[in-house]
T-cell receptor, first 112, second 117 residues
């Protein structure tokens, strides 16, 4: 079945450094890849997404890259701040966009 | 705009009792999803609806779980009878799309933390 792997499971960086989280997916028909941030006691919130007709997308300190051939995509956070500390989930669409498979999550800690 | 609203935020009950979780999707959204989140299994899709019709309930773990969407603004997830292994955070999400070639981000509520003693 459809599968999304995510690495690393935990990541600690110093404030101001960059953080990179990588995901791979199994369904070659997947064409939409959102990233979510989940803070303690809250639901996942969309932070950025990318569609398969684009290789990279940037929104201020956050960027996502997509390699459809290799079936992997990555989240890049630059100039990290303590408020970036959270669990981050990647996801990939399947079943022609009707639903998503989520990765297992990455717990990011930004140390002051 | 109000987001997805879930109630209750916390529920503690004894095993064997019936539990009902409630969700109000974002107005105008056509699809609604119920997820369960645990440390061991992450985010698992239980069931989703398009235009109030259940489309895929293959993630519902057992017959003890049931979900309904009587109208576009309300859905329930019911567990009867509840068991300790049902303890988890249950999320509801909605999207404006109706499936098909219509990739839209899901908007999540803040969840219901369920503890079955």
């Amino acid at each position: 079945g459809e599968n999304v792997e995510q690495h690393p499971s935990t990541l600690s960086v110093q404030e101001g450094d960059s953080a990179v989280i990588k995901c791979t997916y199994s369904d070659s028909a997947s064409n939409y890849f959102p990233w979510y941030k989940q803070e303690l006691g809250k639901g996942p919130q969309l932070i950025i997404d990318i569609r398969s007709n684009v290789g990279e997308k940037k929104d201020q300190r956050i960027a996502v890259t997509l390699n459809k051939t290799a079936k992997h995509f990555s989240l890049h956070i630059t100039e990290t701040q303590p408020e970036d500390s959270a669990v981050y989930f990647c996801a990939a669409s399947f079943n022609y966009g009707q639903n998503f498979v989520f990765g297992p999550g990455t717990r990011l800690s930004v140390l002051p | 705009d109000a987001g997805v609203i879930q109630s209750p935020r916390h529920e503690v009950t004894e095993m064997g009792q019936e539990v009902t979780l409630r969700c109000k999707p974002i107005s105008g959204h056509n699809s609604l999803f119920w997820y369960r989140q645990t440390m061991m299994r992450g985010l698992e899709l239980l069931i989703y609806f398009n235009n109030n019709v259940p489309i895929d309930d293959s993630g519902m773990p057992e017959d003890r779980f049931s979900a309904k969407m009587p109208n576009a603004s309300f859905s329930t997830l019911k567990i009867q009878p509840s068991e300790p292994r049902d303890s988890a955070v249950y999320f509801c999400a909605s999207t404006p799309g109706s499936g098909g070639l219509n990739n839209q981000p899901q908007h999540f509520g803040d969840g219901t933390r369920l503890s079955i003693l």
